[in-house]
């Protein structure tokens, strides 16, 4: 079976625009979860979504906003970036919520100039 | 406020040496803990859970962690480290209620093994 899938692998925006991160998760698992891992911190949790509905939110701004499709996989928009928005966006999958464990993706370098 | 300490965030270790990285949470209800790896160039990846039950659990490559709930600790250990085990730990919490939950991680520790 393919793990969790990322796209794109790199990517390279300016101030101000605008970005779209793509993750498909493990085929039969139904939760996706976002997070941002910037270079000596561990991943901050952004979103997680179960069912296409949202069930987890972390403490990041309303400029973060994502969604997951029919076939659970899943998109995360960024707008209006910043210079503090370069990092690596690390998606993970999980069969439902809760008690069980995730796998996570390659993850997405986003780089802000 | 939740929160994840590791408090060692660089350890180096000859190889058969033991090791025990620290690991604290501030949460009070019910959580579920876990500890990922990330290899060099590689995904994170689950070493080790801890849902309910037995406070000690077992993972893969021979470590194992003990909850301690009075201590709100989930420590990692592993009695001898071999050079494979460089990598980057991270210690995570997942709690919630009513069916929305927040994952939290640790800032990690890297583990840097001597042969």
């Known amino acids: 079976d393919a793990g969790v899938t990322q796209s794109p692998t790199h990517l390279i925006k300016t101030r101000g625009q605008h970005v779209t991160l793509r993750c498909s998760p493990i085929?039969?698992?139904?939760?996706v979860s976002w997070y941002q891992q910037v270079l000596g911190q561990g991943p901050q949790f952004i979103f997680q979504?179960?069912?296409?509905?949202?069930?987890g939110r972390g403490n990041f701004p309303d400029r973060f906003s994502a969604r997951q499709f029919p076939n659970y996989s899943s998109e995360l928009n960024v707008n209006a970036l910043l210079l503090g928005d370069s990092a690596l966006y690390l998606c993970?999958?999980?069969?439902?919520?809760?008690?069980?464990?995730?796998?996570f993706g390659p993850g997405t370098r986003l780089t802000v100039t | 406020a939740q929160s994840v300490s590791q408090h060692n965030h660089h350890v180096i270790l000859s190889e058969a040496a033991s090791l025990e990285l620290g690991c604290n949470y501030s949460?009070?209800?019910?959580?579920?803990l876990f500890w990922y790896v990330q290899y060099p160039g590689q995904h994170l990846q689950l070493l080790l859970k801890?849902?309910?039950?037995?406070?000690l659990v077992k993972g893969i490559k021979g470590f194992e962690a003990e909850f301690i709930k009075s201590k709100f600790s989930f420590n990692l250990r592993k009695p001898s480290v071999q050079w494979s085990d460089t990598a980057e730990y991270f210690c995570?919490?997942?709690?919630?209620?009513?069916?929305?939950?927040?994952?939290?991680f640790g800032t990690g520790t890297r583990l840097k093994v001597l042969a």
């Open positions: 995570a919490v997942n709690a919630g209620t009513s069916g929305t939950y927040k994952y939290l």
């Open positions: 979504y179960y069912e296409k509905e949202e069930r």
């Open positions: 949460y009070g209800g019910t959580v579920n």
């Open positions: 993970a999958s999980s069969y439902r919520l809760a008690e069980y464990e995730q796998y």
């Open positions: 085929s039969g698992h139904k939760s």
């Open positions: 801890y849902f309910s039950g037995d406070p």
